[in-house]
T-cell receptor, first 112, second 114 residues
Framework: NAGVTQTPKFQVLKTGQSMTLQCAQDMNHEYMSWYRQDPGMGLRLIHYSVGAGITDQGEVPNGYNVSRSTTEDFPLRLLSAAPSQTSVYFC???????????FGPGTRLTVT | AQSVSQHNHHVILSEAASLELGCNYSYGGTVNLFWYVQYPGQHLQLLLKYFSGDPLVKGIKGFEAEFIKSKFSFNLRKPTVQWSDTAEYFCAVKPHNQGGKLIFGQGTELSVKP
């Protein structure tokens, strides 16, 4: 199993550009989520999904969209990038919502 | 609002010293509790978890944590640290009936001097 994979590993965007961060898992996990990690703030939940076709907002959803058309994939879309979205983004998955989460390697995003 | 507080932002220890990292959470209901570790340049890995039963849980690499329900605490301990334990440590809480949300503390950076 590859576990949780994320692409790209690094990305630089200009303000106003859009892009999609990819996340995939091959463990048949129902629950997937996106976090951003900023210095001194830990990880904050952006969006999560409890299964295909079901998504919900986390703590910091503004400026981000998600969809879950398949069990395996959970892409995160930045509609119009802003410098405040400069961060490291982690995708995670778990078998069910209360189980241990497995994290991907992260995407380091810089918005100039 | 639910929150997780880690008391120490940066801890510096010498090898063989004992470690205790504090974690408190604010939620009155049932929770699952986790400690994750992030080594430099790597992604988060699970150290240990508490779901139910014995409040003293043992994890990988000699780490353990004790859940004290009355104090809403889940402190992480290790009797003797090694240089390879240098990393950032995150406490996380998953309240039941909250859609699986995992709430993280701010993290504690541990530096172990050889």
């Amino acid at each position: 199993n590859a576990g949780v994979t994320q692409t790209p590993k690094f990305q630089v965007l200009k303000t106003g550009q859009s892009m999609t961060l990819q996340c995939a898992q091959d463990m048949n996990h129902e629950y997937m989520s996106w976090y951003r990690q900023d210095p001194g703030m830990g990880l904050r939940l952006i969006h999560y999904s409890v299964g295909a076709g079901i998504t919900d907002q986390g703590e910091v959803p503004n400026g981000y969209n998600v969809s879950r058309s398949t069990t395996e994939d959970f892409p995160l879309r930045l509609l119009s990038a802003a410098p405040s979205q400069t961060s490291v983004y982690f995708c995670a998955s778990s078998y069910r919502e209360l189980h241990q989460q497995y994290f991907g390697p992260g995407t380091r995003l810089t918005v100039t | 609002a639910q929150s997780v507080s880690q008391h120490n932002h940066h801890v510096i220890l010498s090898e063989a010293a004992s470690l205790e990292l504090g974690c408190n959470y604010s939620y009155g209901g049932t929770v699952n509790l986790f400690w994750y570790v992030q080594y430099p340049g790597q992604h988060l890995q699970l150290l240990l978890k508490y779901f139910s039963g014995d409040p003293l849980v043992k994890g990988i690499k000699g780490f353990e944590a004790e859940f004290i329900k009355s104090k809403f605490s889940f402190n992480l301990r290790k009797p003797t640290v090694q240089w390879s334990d240098t990393a950032e440590y995150f406490c996380a809480v998953k309240p039941h009936n909250q859609g699986g949300k995992l709430i993280f503390g701010q993290g504690t950076e541990l530096s172990v001097k050889p």
